[in-house]
């Protein structure tokens, strides 16, 4: 019996045994395998890079994060999260962001934001004050170039806005510039669970548009041009940050004014209503 056991083990160590060496062999034949094609594509790669550049350093340079705008010209796509743009506007166009932009402004000074359209210049004085967080995020993204070139894809007169800030994709539906905004001043629910605030709206403002939920703002906005505006002062959470002058309702009323009655958002302008530049002036 022990000599019958001592072949059971015998046996069970040799399938042991060979299983491990086989084990080792199929190991060592996918790393020569898996190397190989690994090094034969590297080959093959500079090769392919010699024969486009000419270069016999085979040197690669990385290619830029870039996207095209809305005027056609390069947009750089960068994350730049952590740095402020030129406050001249000089800076290359960045319409997305890994974060929100950080503190560019300040707050006890005093900005005015020109919108440059093709239907006349529009002057809004900015409530830095009242509004930091929403009027640094604003100011940002127009020093930036985020607005230029963007157009205004909603009008609604049975509210009396006019709608902007989506150079993605020229509709409410934009995904914006990859964050959200922190709300001025914290909203708070009623008894159906509904954000209620303050803003209370009158002709000539400047407001982010926003979805329901708390903190939901990003970029877009929507400029009041009408006294049925007010019909949004039952939510009140649509945050106010700026306001222009006779001059700038009369362009703005005139947009409006353009309205036709299509898609599920009210209606758009008969004719293409264009943001060529925002600029920031601060005193």
Not at 110 to 119: G, P, R, S, V
Not at 237 to 244: A, D, L, Q
Request: aromatic share 6%; hydrophobic share 35%.
């Amino acid at each position: 019996m022990n000599t019958k056991r001592d072949r059971q083990r015998a046996n069970r160590a040799a399938s042991v045994a060979a299983a491990e060496a086989a084990y080792t062999r199929n190991r060592t034949r996918n790393r020569i395998l898996t190397y190989g094609g690994i090094a034969a594509a590297l080959i093959l790669a500079l090769v392919v890079v010699n024969i486009l550049t000419g270069d016999d350093s085979a040197t690669v340079t990385p290619p830029t994060a870039t996207t095209v705008g809305p005027s056609g010209d390069p947009v750089d796509t960068s994350d730049s999260s952590s740095e402020c743009p030129a406050v001249d506007g000089s800076s290359a166009r960045r319409i997305d962001f890994a974060a929100a932009q950080p503190t560019c402004i300040d707050p006890t000074a005093n900005y005015t934001a020109i919108f440059d359209t093709t239907e006349g210049e529009i002057r809004v004085d900015l409530d830095a004050a009242a509004t930091p967080g929403t009027v640094n995020n604003f100011v940002t993204l127009a020093r930036w170039g985020y607005y230029d070139g963007t157009t205004i894809f909603r009008t609604d007169p049975s509210i009396d806005i006019i709608q902007g800030g989506s150079p993605h994709t020229e509709s409410a539906s934009d995904p914006g510039p990859g964050y959200q905004i922190v709300d001025e001043p914290t909203f708070q629910a009623d008894d159906s669970g509904q954000l209620v605030g303050p803003y209370r709206y009158v002709p000539g403002q400047l407001v982010m548009a926003r979805a329901r939920g708390a903190n939901s703002a990003s970029a877009q906005f929507f400029f009041t041009t009408g006294a049925n505006a007010a019909g949004l002062d039952g939510q009140g959470i649509y945050v106010v940050f700026g306001e222009t002058d006779d001059t700038g309702l009369g362009v703005l009323q005139g947009i409006i004014g353009l309205h036709e009655a299509t898609g599920s958002l009210g209606g758009a302008p008969s004719r293409t209503v264009t943001i060529n530049t925002v600029t920031i002036e601060e005193s």
